[in-house]
């Protein structure tokens, strides 16, 4: 296990700095299990140490059951990986968020991606009760309420205030230019301070997004790009995830592909090297493949981070071998 010194020093504000000073930043995501065992998930974030500023985590996503974001995004920061908090509404009142957020900031963790999050009945527990008394903009209030130290209920924090770096959720693909601009400006009045987008098809969108929405409230934009491995996974996608619009063009040209997966790695490789001149940054999803996000930012022509990317792969057989041991 990395001792507290090490991981603080390590991994605590490599997002922010890249962001805060206009270079070009690179997240990644994983997804927590569905079982006790993180082996696998935090392997694949180690892999990734070197490429990525910092690694995502998800909260419920799609709202199936997974091991707790909090308790993978700990895990992480003691494996030397930079964790990306993902926080959702659907499941938690105030308190359970008031809690959980501080809970957050004493084991380290900094970056938060703040959520209203996915509607119950797109997950497998359609009968499971929503909470939903906040919303991504009432929470980024929050977290912002405890940044300047101040009780949620009243008075001041006896400790101080967090120092969290917040950030909040977009879709350029909105169809609705007024109501994506309206919302924007709420978050960031709220709090936000980066834009993570959904997954993007259309860089003329994404460049409308940057230069007339989220440029002006000078938020940095991190474009998601989401790595396809097929025809059918994209129309997969395009069916049940809230959102995703997938030209067919992209789906022909996956189901006239010789090796789909490889395609899939180039589509994605084009799409960051496009966005790269649009948005300071790339959020990258390659679910259940995330140990090809090195191959995409390759053939993107994006360079590994200092240090270089080959430690990710000594990072992740290190981690791998500390589980075998025990």
């Given at each position: 296990m990395v001792d507290d010194g090490a991981w603080y020093g390590c991994c605590g504000l490599l997002l922010q700095q890249a962001l805060a000073t206009g270079r070009f930043a690179i997240t990644a995501e994983v997804t927590p299990p569905r079982g006790g065992d993180p082996s696998r998930t935090l392997a694949a974030a180690a892999a990734l140490r070197g490429w990525v500023h910092a690694v995502n985590v998800t909260d419920g996503s799609r709202a199936v059951m997974r091991m707790s974001s909090i308790a993978v995004c700990r895990l992480m920061l003691e494996a030397g990986v930079e964790p990306v908090l993902q926080m959702?509404?659907?499941?938690?009142?105030?308190?359970?968020?008031?809690?959980?957020?501080?809970?957050?900031?004493?084991?380290?963790?900094?970056?938060?991606?703040?959520?209203?999050?996915?509607?119950?009945?797109?997950?497998?527990?359609?009968?499971a009760r929503a909470v939903n008394e906040l919303e991504s903009v009432r929470l980024l209030q929050l977290v912002r309420q405890l940044n300047q130290g101040l009780d949620p209920v009243s008075g001041a924090l006896p400790d101080g205030g967090t120092e969290f770096f917040a950030g909040a959720a977009a879709d350029p693909q909105s169809p609705s230019l007024s109501g994506l601009r309206s919302r924007l400006r709420r978050k960031q009045q709220a709090g936000a301070r980066f834009v993570q987008?959904?997954?993007?098809?259309?860089?003329?969108?994404?460049?409308?997004?940057?230069?007339?929405?989220?440029?002006?409230?000078?938020?940095?934009?991190?474009?998601?790009?989401?790595?396809?491995?097929?025809?059918?996974?994209?129309?997969?996608?395009?069916?049940?995830?809230?959102?995703?619009?997938?030209?067919?063009?992209?789906?022909?040209?996956?189901?006239?592909?010789?090796?789909?997966?490889?395609?899939?790695?180039?589509?994605?490789?084009?799409?960051v090297a496009s966005y790269s001149q649009i948005a300071q940054g790339v959020h990258l999803m390659a679910i259940k493949a995330e140990e090809r996000i090195p191959e995409i930012l390759r053939q993107a022509g994006v360079l590994p981070l200092a240090g270089g990317g080959a430690q990710g792969q000594v990072a992740a057989e290190q981690f791998s071998q500390s589980l075998l041991l025990g």
């Open positions: 959702a509404c659907r499941d938690r009142n105030r308190i359970a968020l008031q809690a959980d957020l501080l809970g957050a900031h004493a084991l380290g963790l900094r970056n938060l991606l703040c959520l209203t999050g996915d509607p119950v009945r797109a997950g497998d527990q359609p009968g987008t959904q997954m993007v098809s259309d860089a003329t969108a994404l460049r409308r997004f940057v230069d007339e929405i989220a440029g002006p409230l000078g938020l940095p934009v991190l474009a998601g790009v989401f790595l396809l491995k097929s025809a059918r996974n994209a129309s997969f996608i395009n069916r049940v995830v809230p959102g995703a619009n997938i030209p067919q063009a992209v789906i022909d040209r996956l189901a006239a592909a010789p090796d789909p997966a490889a395609e899939g790695i180039a589509i994605a490789a084009e799409q």
